[in-house]
């Protein structure tokens, strides 16, 4: 395996790098192995972010803790800030007691006290015996009151946790040790000599009433409502929906609106298409759930107006978002005409070939497995893959045939997202084509659902 295959590999998280590593010598991978313990070059952080695991399954198979170690220590061991995916794993070697890794994340703390992730770490390694030591350098932080607050609050929700989110209580904290039951009593009166200072800089004793009128801090249903009302009331009846709100809110609206609602929300959007992009984008979201009620011609018209305008973030240009929203509610309908857009769209050569999924006869399987396979065959893009990846899955999720076997495999070697993977995985093993080397490789895969189903189905026949 060359270097660069290794390096997609430990990005996608599949299991078969550590494979690899177990049956080969790992000296031409070890830098990638170093560097995935630092940037965590994953897809999409937020869903693919916890990958401690996969990191520790890389450094056992390639037995390379001590090279790991050093590389990681000599870069970060003086720095002010250290990387979060380098804390989490020297957190796994103090866990194993290795020599070097709980002085590394002490000293790490000493030079910023209020790292919410080293905090974590010297907890996870060291439970509520770390407290002391995090309370104290905490106390001896004078400035910065927002920073060391948020620490001592992070702190105190973490001893909370190791007690069973009972820490808090009287009764069970005088039966910790001294020491700890005084690193509590500080966390405590820094969160609340924070709490006071605040409300001297705010002047004001009492902030939950404006902590209400923030607009982030309504709740979804008194947005919802709001936006309701001003369509129900206003807008609609008189043939107007003028206001700039987000996505969200038209769709939702969208999926709780009447028949008749639906109609006048299709006509208001005829009236604007082709060409005022704005309105189109906020009419379409409305059909984002549900089928639009009048001819598909005004919606195919609409895309065809703007496609080679759109820039290639369809998200910020004005066109390129229209016909995005447009193409979302296409894919509620069924038509011959639909159908054509879906083979237009997979012979483009820019990012909206990926859309040709969506607009596929929803009741044909055989031949959208087989298109499937072809595209997926010359396609590099990561981004279009994805979106693919969870049409491919709801149709193979509702025809389950063996069909589906090729492209799905297609789709676990080639898809980024270890979330999306794992449902790859599961519809791979209900058709029966979950191969033994995909179900030994899920064994170390990065994400740790996926881990769990496999260990469920070992011994049971596919
Ligand atoms: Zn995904």
Known sequence: MDPTEFRRLVRHGLGRAALHLQQHDPEPFLETIVESCKSNDCYD??????????????????SAHQLVFDALANEFGSTLEVPYWTVKIMERFAQVKFPGALPFLESALRRDPTSWSVISALIGVDGLGSLPRISSNLSSVEADHDNVCDAARHALYLAGEELGNQALLADVLSELPDDQQDAIEKLRTIVARYRRNRNVRNGHRDDSRRRRKDPSNIPFRDVWT?????????????????????????????????????EHA??????????????????????????????????IDAIDTNIELGDQDYWISPEGWAVHCCLRALSNMSDSRISD???RLR???????????????????????????????SETDEEVIHSWGSDLCDRAGRFSTPAFARPLALLY??????????????LLHRIGALTDRMARECHYDSNESTREFVASIAGTPS
């Open 413 to 426: 070697d080639s898809n980024p997202c270890g979330v999306c993977r794992h449902d790859t995985v599961k």
């Open 347 to 377: 012979n483009r050569s820019d990012h909206w070939r990926g859309y040709w999924t969506i607009l596929f006869p929803p009741n044909d399987s055989g031949s959208y497995a087989e298109l499937f396979e072809e595209s997926m065959r």
């Open 341 to 343: 857009m879906s083979t």
């Open 45 to 62: 952080r937020q869903v693919n972010g916890n990958r401690t695991q996969y990191h520790w399954d890389l450094i056992e198979a390639a």
């Open 266 to 299: 299709a006509y208001e959007l005829s009236a604007h298409a082709p060409t005022d992009v704005a309105r189109i984008a906020r009419y379409a979201q409305v059909f984002a759930k549900r089928p639009y009620p009048l001819d598909p011609q005004i919606l």
């Open 226 to 262: 709001s936006v309701e009302d001003q369509i129900k009331s206003s807008s609609i009846r008189s043939g107007v929906i003028s206001t700039d709100s987000g996505y969200t809110s038209y769709r939702e609206w969208g999926k709780h609106a009447d028949d008749l609602q639906i």
